[in-house]
């Protein structure tokens, strides 16, 4: 020490660490340490797969997309029969995956919102009600709820023959759900006209009475008038036009229904399923973020003098969602990556049918496994994205 | 009006109060009283003669349901299998000395102050792995060997779920710890490893590790399919940990860390000492919550071939002897599963109240 500091007085410069007990130094040697791990291994991967691959006559690239497929497939959104090629499954498989996540979403999040406001209900039955629900289904296996709904509940349906009659054109047997569709006749591109003139009218409408309630302070009833637009305007376009729409309904011919919109029992019991389960979750996320608005906040608006309906939607609900976005957006993950175990049932999404048949019939794991991983990164990264945009929207404006 | 501020009591007090406050006290409530009321009336009567009433619960095979309710000789007939898989008969004793530890080790974890509970904590992390590495698969200290193709049930889930939890926290805590680190290429590493894992769902990871491992591995080296599931399951599973763990890192005010770096203490004495011990605490109720979702999540094995409890089942209900049993089985799984998550989610529910110190920013 001694020394050290007669060095110093003496105008010479003052001796650092050591190197190695330099944390910079340190730093950049670990680091350098790490990339060369990552990389080793990845080579010892990449060559151990490729001599694998090699020894049992596995080949590799993308060239297999192009390759007809020869399977059949139960459910397509796109058209698709089996001489298309393994491209095509992929299609059909991410088409599937993205409908069943869509129904999903959508189904889970209305009931979830429902069970969630009616945890909190002042009736004793339906808060309690509303708790039995969530603490039975989010504390049971998803597979196996989708497991009964499929083989428990739907497989005891009666047979296309004896199918269940709702109103003479739809029918309910154990091959699946018939409804009858709509088929657009020359003449129907007025009706999507209208509709797309009347979102654009509530729009303005929405800007204007904005403007005239910032001048003036009075409001105007933006909803009703609003919904009345998008109702009425296409109604009339639909008239104006002739009733340019028929419906296919579906009828019974030999074993089973033909025509009309097909939902098969696969799709419904996923569908029930993933939507009753994440439902569970999202009612408590509600819940909470509900709870989280402090009562000071509801008793200051009443003392502002707005009715119930005004406060829960201006002042309750926005800070609500602050609290109730972030943990929602993984509820959506989690359900769009549930989707997948549509395979143990058979309902054909991408792991059923591209990681699955199109994997066991073209053996090449490599690619199509790190396909289908890409398939559901982007969804995530993508559905991340939305709601961190619309949480940004929400999120609490500060100095 | 007048006639309540006379007599308060009886309208404010006592059953007739409680009901005009909680059950009618508008006519919409009293309309959702009376339709939610019928609705359970007239379901639960029919679930409750075919749960109990009119099922049938003793007997020894598909002769003896006979009743018009639930046939649950069916489970009673099959309850070795649900719950040992095709574990010999003569070795089960093994099994049932690992559920015995199991419960010694993390029933007391639910009870306040109960004496050494720590300590049990600390054998069903430590020991408890160690003795059931050597009973379970057997083959040394002449214990007969029993290949983990033979296992099976109830005990395959608690292995999957106990063993993926217990690589996953000492993986997860790296992670956490390189997520947060100053260097920005173990930074980056730890971030691309642990959102890769998170986006993709669990049966990707179990396809992949039982179609992809063995392309991986160089020639002659091999795992069995329970120790390939096993892999991917703690692969996945640390990813979620890691995120719970650094939610705890962060909660820990700076000062702490000024502190520790202000007493000299190098990186890992800091995190050791002083930062890890507090960080783990926050957030053992979401360790829990991982906990029971990868419990759940272990049903999945069941696409890859392996028979965990609902697989068990599963294999089962198809049995042509028995008619129409998949309820019957179905409502056991749930059970079973039902019982440990709710168990596990209330205590940290508890948990969460009690280390809730009431000013979280």
């Known amino acids: 020490m001694k020394t050290e500091t007669i060095t110093q007085a003496n105008g010479s410069k003052p001796a650092g660490p050591k190197p190695w007990y330099d944390p910079r130094v340190r730093s950049i040697f670990f680091q350098i340490v790490a990339i060369a791990l990552v990389f080793w291994g990845g080579w010892t991967l990449v ?15 993308f060239g297999f997309l192009e390759e007809s497929a020869g399977f059949g497939i139960i459910m397509s959104l796109v058209p698709y029969d089996a001489t298309m090629s393994y491209g095509r499954t992929f299609l059909v498989g991410l088409t599937n995956t993205l409908l069943v996540s869509a129904m999903g979403v959508v189904a889970a999040t209305i009931l979830g919102f429902i069970i969630g406001v009616a945890r909190l209900s002042s009736n004793w039955l339906v808060a309690k009600l509303a708790l039995v629900y969530v603490e039975v289904i989010r504390n049971i296996p998803l597979l196996l709820q989708i497991f009964f709904w499929y083989f428990a509940v739907l497989a005891a349906l009666p047979s296309p023959r004896q199918s269940v009659e709702v109103g003479g054109s739809a029918f309910l047997n154990n091959r699946g759900l018939y409804v009858p569709d709509p088929v657009t006749q020359d003449g129907f591109g007025l009706v999507w006209g209208a509709i797309a003139v009347a979102i654009a009218a509530v729009i303005g409408l929405r800007i204007w009475a904005k403007k005239r ?11 009703k008038v609003g919904v009345s637009i998008l109702v009425l305007l296409p109604v009339l376009a639909y ?49 909470s973020g509900i709870l989280s608005v402090s009562k000071g906040q509801t008793e200051a608006s009443k003392a502002l003098g707005l009715p119930n309906s005004l406060t829960l939607r201006l002042v309750v609900i926005p800070q609500a969602m602050r609290v109730i976005i972030p943990p929602l957006t993984s509820q959506y993950l989690n359900l769009v990556k549930n989707s997948s175990l549509a395979t143990a049932i058979g309902y054909p999404d991408l792991v059923a049918v591209f990681m699955g048949t199109t994997l066991n019939q073209t053996g090449q794991a490599v690619e199509v496994v790190a396909i289908t991983m890409a398939v559901y990164l982007t969804i995530s990264l993508l559905i991340s994205l939305f709601m961190n945009i619309y949480n940004r929207a929400v999120a609490i404006k500060e100095r | 009006m007048t006639e309540s501020t006379m007599k308060p009591p009886k309208k404010t007090l006592g059953p007739v ?38 099922a049938n619960f003793a007997g020894t095979g598909p002769e003896s349901c006979t009743g018009a309710g639930a046939c649950w000789v069916f489970v009673s007939e099959r309850l070795n299998f649900f719950i040992y898989g095709f574990y010999p008969d003569d070795q089960q004793w093994r099994v049932d000395v690992m559920f015995i530890l199991l419960a010694v080790a993390f029933v007391p974890q639910f009870i306040e102050g109960f004496p050494g509970r720590k300590w049990l904590g600390i054998f069903g992390m430590t020991g408890l792995p160690l003795i059931g590495y050597f009973l379970i698969p057997g083959g040394s200290f002449g214990l007969e060997e029993v290949p983990s193709t033979k296992w099976g049930g109830l005990m395959l889930t608690l292995i999957l779920a106990y063993i993926g939890i217990l690589a996953s926290l000492p993986i997860g805590t790296l992670l956490a710890l390189g997520r947060r ?4 290429i173990i930074r980056g590493l730890c971030v691309v490893f642990i959102e890769v894992w998170r986006a993709v769902p669990l049966i990707t990871v179990l396809f992949m590790a039982s179609v ?24 996945w599973q640390s990813a979620y940990m890691a995120e719970v763990i650094r939610g705890g890192l962060q909660a820990i005010p700076r000062g702490q860390y000024e502190a520790a770096d202000a007493l000299g203490l190098g990186y890992w004495k800091k995190m050791g000492l002083v930062i890890l011990p507090q960080a783990l605490k926050l957030v053992i109720p979401g360790i829990v919550n991982t906990f029971i979702s990868l419990f759940k999540d272990t049903t999945l ?14 294999s089962t209900i198809t049995d042509p002897a028995w008619q129409n049993v998949a309820s019957e089985g179905y409502v056991f799984v749930a059970f079973c599963f039902w019982v440990f998550c709710f168990g596990m989610s209330r205590y940290s529910q508890n948990l969460e109240r009690k280390l809730d110190t009431g000013h979280k920013t």
């Open chain 2, 212 to 235: 992809m491992l063995p392309l991986f591995l160089p020639e002659g080296v091999n795992f069995e399919k329970l120790s390939r599931a096993l892999i991917g399951i703690t692969l």
């Open chain 1, 239 to 287: 008239f104006v036009a002739g009733s340019p729409l028929e419906w296919d309904v579906p009828a019974l011919k030999g074993f089973n229904f033909r025509g009309g919109i097909t939902i098969i029992p696969e799709l419904a019991a996923l569908w029930l399923a993933l939507s009753l389960y994440t439902a569970s979750f999202i009612a408590e996320i509600v819940r």
């Open chain 2, 17 to 54: 109060a409680w009901m005009r406050e909680h059950l009618f006290s508008s006519w919409y409530n009293t309309l959702l009283t009376l339709l939610i009321g019928y609705v359970l009336v007239t379901s639960l009567g029919p679930l409750l003669s075919w749960l109990f009433f009119d």
């Open chain 1, 213 to 223: 309630q910032l001048a003036t302070g009075k409001i105007f009833p933006t909803f």
């Open chain 2, 181 to 184: 680190s100053d260097m920005p």
């Open chain 2, 301 to 314: 094995v069941l696409i890859i071939g392996l028979f965990d409890v609902l697989g068990a089942v599963q």
């Open chain 1, 47 to 61: 060559d151990n797969t490729l001599s694998n691959m090699e020894s049992r006559g596995i080949s590799t690239g």
